[in-house]
Each structure stands twice: as structure tokens, then as C-alpha cells.
């Protein structure tokens, strides 16, 4: 069984920063992408950012590229969404999914996940 857990959520004003963890555990933590999708009040769940399995490839939606980055370090098993130039449209809880697809294979879509985090709030407010 895979296990995501997201931290570092919080308030920030906009145009700040504020950088989010996804540990992962159990299944997750061997050959999986993984992927940041964020979820707006009212609005469809939607995928934010995605790595391939070693960090090497990654995809970004079309409205954070240039301000958001997504790394991750296998030897502490922990994916990083580094957000920056942070917009009141950003808020919403970010989530953190991984599927057992290879990267290339991947379209990044909800169904395409088969593990989930429980998720964590961003606030961007002054």
C-alpha cells in the first residue's frame, strides 16, 4: 500500500512564496510518478505539476509554469513543489498522487492516479 503526505502549506501574500513536501512511503516510494494537482473551492481537481520517477522529466500546467517548480530527493523519499510569484487564483488545497504509469505514458489525468494524499491548504491573501 502507498502512503502520501503532504506539509508546508499555510498563508502567504501574494506574490510571496512558499515551498510543499510530499513524503512518500510503502509503494509510492519505488518506480512511480508523481504528481501536485490543487483543488479551488467550487472548481474540478486539476493537475499542477508532475516528475517522472528520478526527477529527470517533469510537466507543468500551462498557468504556473515559470513560477512553480517540482523536484523531488528519492533518498529522503520526498517530492518538493517549490511555488513562487504566488497569485490569489493559487489558493486551494494542493494534493499530492502518484501512479505506477510511467511518466511517458501519463496524460496526468485524476484517473491516472492510484495513490492520493490527504492534501494541505494555500491560502494567498493579503
Known amino acids: 500500500q502507498g502512503q502520501l503526505v503532504e506539509s508546508g502549506g499555510g498563508l502567504v501574500q501574494p506574490g510571496g512564496s512558499l515551498r510543499l513536501s510530499c513524503k512518500v512511503s510503502?509503494?509510492?516510494?519505488?518506480?512511480?510518478?508523481v504528481g501536485w494537482f490543487r483543488q479551488a473551492p467550487g472548481k474540478e481537481r486539476e493537475v499542477v505539476a508532475g516528475c517522472s520517477s528520478r526527477g529527470l522529466s517533469t510537466h507543468y500546467t500551462d498557468s504556473v509554469k515559470g513560477r512553480f517548480t517540482v523536484s523531488r530527493d528519492n533518498a529522503e523519499n520526498t517530492v518538493y513543489l517549490e511555488m513562487d510569484s504566488l497569485e490569489p487564483e493559487d489558493t486551494a488545497v494542493y494534493y499530492c498522487a502518484a501512479t505506477v504509469k510511467r511518466f511517458s505514458d501519463t496524460d496526468w489525468s485524476r484517473d491516472d492516479m492510484n495513490y492520493w494524499g490527504k492534501g494541505t491548504l494555500v491560502t494567498v491573501s493579503s
Open positions: 510503502g509503494r509510492t516510494r519505488g518506480d512511480v510518478s
